[in-house]
């Protein structure tokens, strides 16, 4: 999983995961595009290929690609990770 100055390299927790969305959405000027790839799902787990072309604030537009990984118990996702 990867880390940054504003992420841990794992989120646990619905509570945690919601927050790091605000705060991620709080970092965006603009998100131009997003491409979902089909999901890859084994055992308590699944992934998928996300694509953005998105400006972050007093950045210039770039193009991400990351892995997301979720890990499910008992029906609900209880952690997430990304991989650049």
Not at 42 to 54: E, Q, R, S, V
Not at 60 to 77: F, L, N, P, Q
Request: net charge negative; glycine share 4%.
């Amino acid at each position: 999983p990867h880390t940054t100055p504003a992420f841990e390299k794992e989120t646990k927790g619905l509570n945690a995961i919601i927050e790091k969305g605000h705060k991620f959405d709080a970092m965006t000027q603009e998100l131009h595009h997003v491409d979902v790839s089909e999901p890859i799902v084994t055992g308590n787990a699944f992934a998928f290929k996300l694509t953005m072309d998105i400006t972050m604030k007093e950045r210039s537009r770039e193009t991400w690609e990351e892995i997301c990984v979720y890990t499910v118990k008992d029906g609900k996702i209880i952690s997430e990770q990304f991989f650049l």
